[in-house]
């Protein structure tokens, strides 16, 4: 999809990866509806995307509400004469021992990072369905979509294999008509090791993020906008998998090789004979 004149959301476009991706659409002509659950940032954003010339607004959400994302996708319409991107970007992070992890944390992280993903899919992709026009979904995951790279983050790995399998479902049914991506960045210089400045109280309220989590994203993470050019690049390729840091191969080939190892030995005859179906065959 070339982006000159389309019309995107961003969600989490506050700060961070959003905040990369609405500017640089902005740059490449993107009118944009910023969405973020901090909406100070959110509108700094709105002025600095509006300096490019292209209609810039904020919108004020939490994504795990499938009530505000309705309100969100209705005021977008209205706002900006319909959408074409949408970019269900909006994730958090708390970090702890995988038997250390509590309810509140697994269940906020789920809320922002699964249920966020699938409520924007459910009510933009309904929407792009019936408008007929070309349109992209890019929902972020992460280097943690296809591995585990890190410890300390159980939950957070299991919310963004999530994105992942979201993502390829959504495909799976509607990819002849809407162009889905899945962005898997690795370490990006962020305020994510902040995100515990919104947790919401349900969950346990508010928490201070680690300084060393801060150092690390500083020293090692890639800036936002760079991102946000990848994700152009994405759109207009009409990429599924979009990637940050190419040495996450490994990654990928590590989990590929096991897998296709454990097959070899235990089935090195093949399927059974009453079993050869495949997924394709039942569908
Ligand atoms: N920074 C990294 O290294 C990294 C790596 C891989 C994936 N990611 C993913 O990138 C996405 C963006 O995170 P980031 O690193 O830019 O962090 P960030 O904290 O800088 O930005 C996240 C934004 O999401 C907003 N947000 C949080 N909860 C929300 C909610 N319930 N509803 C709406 N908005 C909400 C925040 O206000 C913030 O503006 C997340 O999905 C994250 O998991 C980040």
């Given at each position: 999809?070339?982006?000159?004149?389309?019309?995107?959301?961003?969600?989490?476009a506050?700060?961070?990866?959003?905040?990369?991706?609405?500017?640089?659409?902005?740059?490449?002509?993107?009118?944009?509806?910023?969405?973020?659950?901090?909406?100070d940032?959110?509108?700094?954003?709105?002025?600095e995307?509006?300096?490019?010339?292209?209609?810039?607004?904020?919108?004020?959400?939490?994504?795990?509400?499938?009530?505000?994302?309705?309100?969100?996708?209705?005021?977008?319409?209205?706002?900006?004469g319909?959408i074409?991107?949408?970019?269900?970007?909006?994730?958090?992070?708390?970090?702890?021992?995988?038997?250390?992890i509590?309810?509140?944390?697994?269940d906020?992280?789920?809320s922002?990072n699964?249920?966020?993903?699938?409520?924007?899919?459910?009510?933009?992709?309904?929407r792009?369905?019936?408008?007929?026009?070309?349109?992209?979904?890019?929902?972020?995951?992460?280097?943690?979509?296809?591995?585990?790279?890190?410890?300390?983050?159980?939950?957070?790995?299991?919310?963004k294999?999530?994105?992942?399998?979201?993502?390829?479902?959504?495909?799976?049914e509607y990819?002849?008509?809407?162009?889905?991506?899945?962005?898997?960045p690795?370490?990006?210089?962020?305020?994510?090791?902040?995100?515990?400045?919104n947790?919401?109280a349900?969950?346990?309220?508010?928490?201070?993020?680690?300084?060393?989590s801060?150092?690390?994203?500083?020293?090692?993470?890639?800036?936002?906008e760079r991102?946000?050019e990848l994700?152009?690049?994405?759109?207009?390729?009409?990429?599924?998998?979009?990637w940050?840091?190419?040495?996450?191969?490994?990654?990928?080939e590590?989990?590929?090789?096991?897998?296709?190892?454990?097959?070899?030995?235990?089935w090195?005859?093949?399927?059974?004979?009453?079993?050869?179906?495949?997924?394709n065959?039942?569908?």
């Amino acid at each position: 999809m070339d982006l000159e004149g389309r019309r995107a959301v961003v969600t989490g476009a506050g700060s961070g990866i959003g905040r990369g991706i609405a500017l640089t659409l902005a740059r490449h002509g993107v009118h944009v509806m910023v969405a973020d659950v901090e909406t100070d940032k959110a509108e700094a954003v709105v002025r600095e995307a509006a300096a490019n010339g292209v209609n810039a607004r904020s919108f004020a959400i939490d994504v795990s509400d499938p009530k505000q994302v309705a309100e969100l996708a209705d005021h977008a319409w209205r706002e900006l004469g319909g959408i074409d991107i949408l970019c269900n970007n909006a994730g958090v992070c708390a970090s702890a021992a995988a038997l250390e992890i509590t309810d509140g944390d697994f269940d906020w992280q789920f809320s922002v990072n699964v249920k966020g993903v699938f409520n924007g899919m459910r009510e933009f992709v309904s929407r792009f369905v019936e408008q007929g026009t070309p349109a992209h979904v890019v929902n972020t995951g992460s280097h943690h979509s296809i591995g585990a790279p890190t410890k300390g983050v159980a939950a957070y790995v299991g919310t963004k294999h999530a994105v992942l399998g979201l993502t390829e479902a959504f495909r799976t049914e509607y990819g002849d008509r809407i162009d889905f991506s899945v962005l898997c960045p690795g370490i990006i210089n962020t305020g994510i090791w902040d995100a515990g400045r919104n947790r919401p109280a349900e969950f346990g309220g508010r928490f201070e993020g680690s300084e060393f989590s801060k150092q690390a994203l500083n020293s090692f993470g890639m800036r936002p906008e760079r991102v946000g050019e990848l994700v152009s690049n994405g759109i207009r390729n009409r990429d599924f998998f979009i990637w940050t840091h190419p040495q996450d191969i490994e990654l990928i080939e590590k989990r590929y090789n096991e897998c296709r190892e454990a097959i070899e030995r235990q089935w090195p005859n093949g399927p059974d004979e009453e079993h050869q179906m495949t997924p394709n065959d039942v569908t």
